[in-house]
């Protein structure tokens, strides 16, 4: 299972920027995926998760209504669109993905996502 970030950069407040994470060895429809971020010092936080089986996407509270997950099967790619973008949204964001169509929602604050690869920084300047 390989996942890589990319789309990054450097942002002013109120901008947007789109990741993607290109995917690899594994099939979209048989996992959940979704994405997490850390800031310097800071845990993990959970952006977003994509339950397969529950045809649901679960997001963080601090970016309800501003962040937006989508995934293109065929090209096996995970996109996050990410709007009105604040300050305290700078942070290394990483895409992930577990075994198994449920986001787990008690395992940890990242839904259980248990693979990722390099993230990709993000900056957004006030």
């Known amino acids: 299972v390989q996942l890589q970030a990319s789309g990054g950069g450097l942002v002013q407040a109120g901008g947007s920027l789109r990741l993607s994470c290109a995917t690899s060895?594994?099939?979209?429809?048989?996992?959940?995926y979704g994405w997490f971020r850390q800031a310097p010092g800071k845990e993990r936080e959970g952006i977003s998760c994509?339950?397969?089986?529950?045809?649901?996407?679960y997001y963080g509270d601090s970016v309800k209504g501003r962040f937006t997950t989508s995934a293109d099967n065929a090209r096996k790619t995970i996109f996050l669109q990410m709007d009105n973008l604040k300050p305290e949204d700078t942070a290394i964001y990483y895409c992930?993905?577990?075994?198994?169509?449920?986001?787990?929602?008690?395992?940890?604050?990242?839904?259980?996502?248990?693979?990722w690869g390099q993230g990709t920084q993000v900056t957004v300047s006030s």
């Open positions: 992930a993905a577990a075994y198994g169509a449920y986001c787990l929602q008690t395992v940890d604050n990242i839904w259980g996502l248990n693979y």
């Open positions: 060895g594994f099939t979209l429809d048989e996992y959940s």
């Open positions: 994509v339950s397969g089986i529950e045809s649901r996407t």
